[in-house]
């Protein structure tokens, strides 16, 4: 490396900068963690200070696990988030294997027509994706948005697991048949474990968009019982939007989940950034 | 050979669950969402009115008053979003590019954070922040010297729109901020040593080499951000309720959706006026995506190293 891209001044820059954005991009969770240990008046009095001796509370956790059913809301979301990613990669890398290992006439077009879903918007389809379900009784079922939330992720795992299959060798498979191994033995058994950082990077890219959404839970499963935490934290909070350590205490309950998941995943999420799996 | 004339049922099998699932649940209700638009509901009976639900939306004064405020609404929040989350993505992405940074990734993840919560948490915490009552953001400001800058942003009219569109920013930046990141470390050394020797170096470096590497990179976010902020519904819901207050200045597409197909207050929900409004959303996503494939795309010179 050249000193003309190095100079000490510029090293300073780019570390001042970036821990500015840093600082922005962490203060707003920050201010929310430290404030939902508090008590109401230290709250208000000092909202910028952590939590002490005196000032700290746990009155909102109490509050929350009180008023909200925030382990059945996790479970949902955990039972909607696992079965989702289950059939998205399942059901994806079946289809990405058909498209990239056999030619067969239509191949192209259907590649094409699984691929028109990347950009458009399943919402787009809520009106008549509600009708449906009404229709066929999986309103406040869990079932109902497991099967939106795999349509939604299919194309896209579609699209990059093909990309992937194709540069698995062709000499491996062949060697397999010729040992008699029949075709879904070779997806299974050869090409699925060879695909499985692929797999990875699809799942931590569909994980994040199944486990915010709002809008189908809101409109596919608002019972009680079916309501996924960030649903269940959005009510809980409108409900409660005057007892700030409720508020808090349940923001910050939404966040840990996710947070642990990201710290535990980040590396697979941003090598698959990285990777070029979205070019 | 003998494969052409077998029947191959395993590509049946592979395909069946995926085409099924993506046919029954995408593919179907978008074509059955556009059918719908064309119907009403007379008397409990689903009658065929044609473009009849089109001619209110875009004749009747409330309805084409509410639709055109939202869509230039919506548009508003898009502009944001490119003026302010791609340079800023773009900035902190060429700043962690440079090689050997110390504390590159701790940086990098850290950044990306505010991209892995929900809307909700999003739209909540900063309500709180921003909030008169908390007084976080006045006290901030005031720590500056910018205290009589403070507005109660969310609650005025003329800044909420901004306010919600910058918070969306904040959001989001980090998935401009890696993909330019990955584009930006995909650039060959020797081109950069090759502009080295011809005397490029620095900025003029990032303005005439890398930047024009990494265009295509920002095409795809562009769009990406057109089709985001296009079907954009929960930050406004969370932070501003069904009716996007106040008066209707933070309502977008999605919102004006949601409210139309559910109905709010003492309005009825309508599906079938939902359906021609989604039909709309349908047709502006489309063209802005057509605009990219074929009029953007197609132009951006991709480098193959």
């Known amino acids: 490396m050249n000193k003309a891209r190095r100079n000490p001044l510029n090293t300073?820059?780019?570390?001042?900068?970036?821990?500015?954005?840093?600082?922005?991009?962490?203060?707003?969770?920050?201010?929310?963690?430290?404030?939902?240990?508090?008590?109401?008046?230290?709250?208000?009095?000092?909202?910028?200070a952590l939590p002490s001796a005196e000032t700290f509370s746990t009155i909102g956790y109490e509050t929350v696990f009180k008023q909200g059913d925030f382990f059945l809301y996790f479970q949902n979301s955990m039972i909607v988030t696992v079965c989702s990613l289950f059939f998205i990669l399942l059901f994806g890398a079946m289809a990405a294997f058909a498209l990239a290992e056999y030619r067969f006439r239509g191949n192209t077009l259907m590649g094409l027509y699984l691929a028109l879903g990347i950009m458009i918007p399943i919402r787009i389809g809520t009106v008549a994706i509600l009708e449906m379900m009404v229709a066929?009784?999986?309103?406040?079922?869990?079932l109902a948005l497991i099967l939106v939330y795999t349509a939604q992720g299919l194309p896209l795992a579609v699209f990059i697991l093909s990309e992937f299959m194709k540069q698995v060798s062709d000499d491996l498979k062949n060697a397999g048949r010729i040992d008699g191994l029949s075709e879904y033995t070779i997806f299974f058994r050869l090409?699925?474990?060879?695909?499985?950082?692929?797999?990875?990077?699809?799942?931590?890219?569909?994980?994040?968009?199944?486990?915010?959404?709002?809008?189908?839970?809101?409109?596919?499963?608002?019972?009680?019982?079916?309501?996924?935490?960030?649903?269940?934290?959005?009510?809980?909070?409108?409900?409660?939007?005057?007892?700030?350590?409720?508020?808090?205490?349940?923001?910050?309950?939404?966040?840990?989940?996710?947070?642990?998941?990201?710290?535990?995943?980040?590396?697979?999420?941003?090598?698959?950034?990285?990777?070029?799996?979205?070019? | 050979m003998s494969d052409r004339l077998r029947p191959r049922w395993h590509i049946l099998v592979f395909l069946a669950p995926a085409v099924l699932v993506y046919t029954a649940v995408m593919i179907f209700p978008l074509f059955n969402t556009l059918r719908l638009s064309l119907f009403t509901e007379v008397e409990q009976e689903r009658v065929f009115v044609g473009l009849q639900n089109f001619r209110t939306l875009f004749g009747d004064a409330i309805w084409s008053e509410q639709f055109w405020n939202a869509l230039g609404n919506n548009f508003w929040f898009f502009f944001i979003h490119m003026v302010v989350q791609n340079p800023i993505g773009v900035i902190l992405a060429?700043?962690?590019s440079h090689p050997r940074l110390r504390f590159a990734h701790l940086y990098r993840s850290a950044i990306f954070i505010p991209t892995?919560?929900?809307?909700?948490?999003?739209?909540?915490?900063?309500?709180?922040?921003?909030?008169?009552?908390?007084?976080?953001?006045?006290?901030?400001?005031?720590?500056?010297?910018?205290?009589?800058l403070f507005a109660p942003w969310l609650g005025k009219e003329e800044y909420a729109l901004t306010t919600l569109a910058l918070i969306s920013v904040w959001q989001f930046v980090?998935?401009?901020?890696?993909?330019?990141?990955?584009?930006?470390?995909?650039?060959?050394?020797?081109?950069?040593?090759?502009?080295?020797?011809?005397?490029?170096?620095?900025?003029?470096?990032?303005?005439?080499?890398?930047?024009?590497?990494?265009?295509?990179?920002?095409?795809?976010?562009?769009?990406?951000?057109?089709?985001?902020n296009f079907n954009a519904f929960d930050l406004i819901y969370a932070a501003q309720g069904a009716l996007a207050g106040p008066d209707f200045s933070t309502d977008i597409l999605g919102t004006f959706l949601y409210r139309t197909f559910f109905g709010f207050q003492l309005q009825l929900g309508d599906p079938h006026m939902g359906s021609?409004?989604?039909?709309?959303?349908?047709?502006?996503?489309?063209?802005?995506?057509?605009i990219y494939l074929f009029g953007i795309q197609t132009r951006l010179r991709r480098y193959q190293f």
Not at chain 1, 17 to 31: K, N, S
Not at chain 1, 136 to 142: E, S
Not at chain 2, 118 to 138: C, D, E, M, T
Not at chain 2, 198 to 211: P, R, Y
């Open chain 1, 12 to 48: 300073a820059a780019a570390h001042l900068i970036l821990l500015t954005y840093t600082v922005i991009a962490l203060f707003p969770v920050f201010v929310i963690l430290i404030n939902s240990f508090k008590t109401r008046k230290a709250i208000f009095r000092e909202p910028l």
């Open chain 1, 136 to 142: 066929t009784g999986l309103v406040n079922t869990l």
């Open chain 1, 191 to 279: 090409v699925l474990p060879l695909v499985r950082p692929a797999m990875a990077t699809v799942a931590v890219f569909n994980m994040i968009p199944i486990w915010n959404d709002l809008w189908f839970p809101l409109i596919l499963a608002p019972a009680e019982a079916t309501k996924t935490l960030t649903l269940g934290s959005q009510v809980f909070i409108g409900q409660f939007v005057t007892d700030w350590n409720a508020v808090l205490s349940a923001l910050s309950m939404a966040i840990l989940p996710v947070l642990i998941l990201y710290v535990i995943f980040s590396r697979q999420l941003i090598r698959g950034i990285t990777s070029g799996a979205v070019k």
């Open chain 2, 94 to 96: 060429a700043i962690l």
């Open chain 2, 116 to 148: 892995i919560l929900s809307f909700v948490i999003v739209g909540f915490a900063w309500k709180l922040i921003l909030s008169p009552i908390w007084g976080i953001a006045p006290s901030l400001l005031d720590a500056v010297g910018l205290k009589s």
């Open chain 2, 174 to 228: 980090g998935i401009p901020m890696m993909l330019i990141y990955a584009a930006l470390l995909s650039i060959p050394e020797e081109i950069l040593e090759a502009g080295e020797c011809d005397g490029i170096t620095g900025m003029s470096a990032f303005w005439k080499i890398k930047l024009p590497l990494i265009l295509p990179s920002i095409g795809i976010i562009s769009i990406l951000t057109f089709v985001g």
């Open chain 2, 276 to 290: 021609a409004i989604a039909t709309a959303m349908f047709v502006i996503i489309l063209i802005g995506v057509c």
